[in-house]
T-cell receptor, first 109, second 112 residues
């Protein structure tokens, strides 16, 4: 079973920030938070991951709460091409990833 | 190679036939994972390897499914005596130590 809880769907206006929440209240100390997305029928694409510090890369930012029980993926300026299913996963290195149903993000023109 | 390569892209087979799905991971990636994905659902874990060693096969649905990675690079997922319920997208991913996965484009298996 997935160890995360995400809303099933969200909408976001094009050009605005998309903030995707994830709850992982049972995360253990050595588990990382990973985010992937899947556009239509393509393979899942890695976005970002973090342990406890906030992380930023060219795709997104990851904000992890101090207690690590939840996190938010931020797409700062969403485009139509960001429409996808976004998966939040907690995982130890070297273990298989368990994908839940994710959040279906629709970016609207 | 530049990415994870899977072949064939599409496979249609008759019920009862055996199929072999191939995954060529990114060069140097230690870990290789097999997932299965039904339409509208997230990927479902099947098995994974570190180098040539199969570390976890708990996700394989039954003993008709097997996988190997004999030289620690290319992997083959074999399904014997295929059934219609085996129809799905089969995805392979590889990863270096301590990093996220890179997925291939998948093999769409249809059992008729």
């Amino acid at each position: 079973d997935a160890k995360t809880t995400q809303p099933p769907s969200m909408d976001c206006a094009e050009g605005r920030a998309a903030n995707l929440p994830c709850n992982h209240s049972t995360i253990s100390g050595n588990e990382y938070v990973y985010w992937y997305r899947q556009i239509h029928s393509q393979g899942p694409q890695y976005i970002i991951h973090g342990l406890k510090n906030n992380e930023t890369n060219e795709m997104a930012s990851l904000i992890i709460t101090e207690d690590r029980k939840s996190s938010t993926l931020i797409l700062p300026h969403a485009t139509l091409r960001d429409t996808a299913v976004y998966y939040c996963i907690v995982n130890n290195y070297g273990q298989n990833f368990v994908f839940g149903p994710g959040t279906r993000l629709s970016v609207l023109p | 190679g530049a990415g994870v390569s899977q072949s064939p892209r599409y496979k249609v087979t008759k019920r009862g036939q055996d199929v072999a799905l191939r995954c060529d991971p990114i060069s140097g990636h230690v870990s290789l994972y097999w997932y299965r994905q039904a339409l509208g659902q997230g990927p479902e874990f099947l098995t994974y390897f570190n180098y040539e060693a199969q570390q976890d096969k708990s996700g394989l649905p039954n003993d008709r499914f097997s996988a190997e990675r004999p030289e620690g690079s290319i992997s083959t997922l074999t399904i014997q005596r295929t059934e219609q319920r085996d129809s799905a997208m089969y995805r392979c991913a590889s990863a270096p130590p301590a990093y996220g996965y890179t997925f291939g484009s998948g093999t769409r298996l249809t059992v008729v």
